[in-house]
T-cell receptor, first 113, second 113 residues
């Protein structure tokens, strides 16, 4: 059974701080790892990672995958109050043919002024 | 449409009633997924459609849950004899194909009283 564990479960930082969110996984037939930001109800796509060691970057957010050690990190630099959200990590398993996503419980990030 | 659209955004129903939740995916997306998210948890896979067919329904919790996608676009998730434990946010996602990133709708918050 596929498994995704995120840490920490919650985090409170001040504006301007840099944060690192962790995601470790176990998956039978790894295809990709995805990060989402969830505010209110809809998860918003951030990154999809398929290859080890290649950093994906978008503004102040970046992410990298280590397929040997089975983990990924999401970095946010110079945090802003608008970064407050739940960050979800998910892995895609291609073994069943459905490419379903298995999600972690998320990291709740709170950025205070 | 511009994004995945789900209706209604909120639904309150009495225990034992039947409900239908609708998902209108991004135009041209052949893959469609339903997930369920309980409080404090990540989304959990329910069912995957490729075109009109349910390619993987292994996540449906029991036979009270059923979903259709008759014309390969709009999908309806149907829940019979609702129970209080069915209360959750039901999320729909679509993607161009099964191996590409999935985009989520705003979800339907179902409350069974």
């Amino acid at each position: 059974e596929d498994k995704v564990v995120q840490s920490p479960l919650s985090l409170v930082v001040h504006e301007g701080d840099t944060v690192t969110l962790n995601c470790s996984y176990e998956v039978t037939n790894f295809r990709s790892l995805l990060w989402y930001k969830q505010e209110k109800k809809a998860p918003t796509f951030l990154f999809m990672l398929t290859s080890s060691g290649i950093e994906k970057k978008s503004g102040r957010l970046s992410s990298i995958l280590d397929k040997k050690e089975l983990f990924s990190i999401l970095n946010i630099t110079a945090t802003q109050t608008g970064d407050s959200a739940i960050y979800l990590c998910a892995v895609k398993d291609s073994g069943a043919g459905s490419y379903q996503l298995t999600f972690g419980k998320g990291t709740k990030l709170s950025v205070i002024p | 449409g511009a994004g995945v659209s789900q209706t209604p955004s909120n639904k309150v129903t009495e225990k034992g009633k039947y409900v239908e939740l609708r998902c209108d995916p991004i135009s041209g997306h052949t893959a469609l997924y339903w997930y369920r998210q309980s409080l404090g948890q990540g989304p959990e896979f329910l069912i995957y459609f490729q075109g009109t067919g349910a390619a993987d329904d292994s996540g449906l919790p029991n036979d009270r849950f059923f979903a259709v996608r008759p014309e390969g676009s709009v999908s309806t998730l149907k829940i019979q004899r609702t129970e209080r434990g069915d209360s959750a946010v039901y999320l729909c996602a679509s993607s161009v194909g099964p191996g590409t990133e999935a985009f989520f709708g705003q979800g339907t918050r179902l409350t069974v009283v």
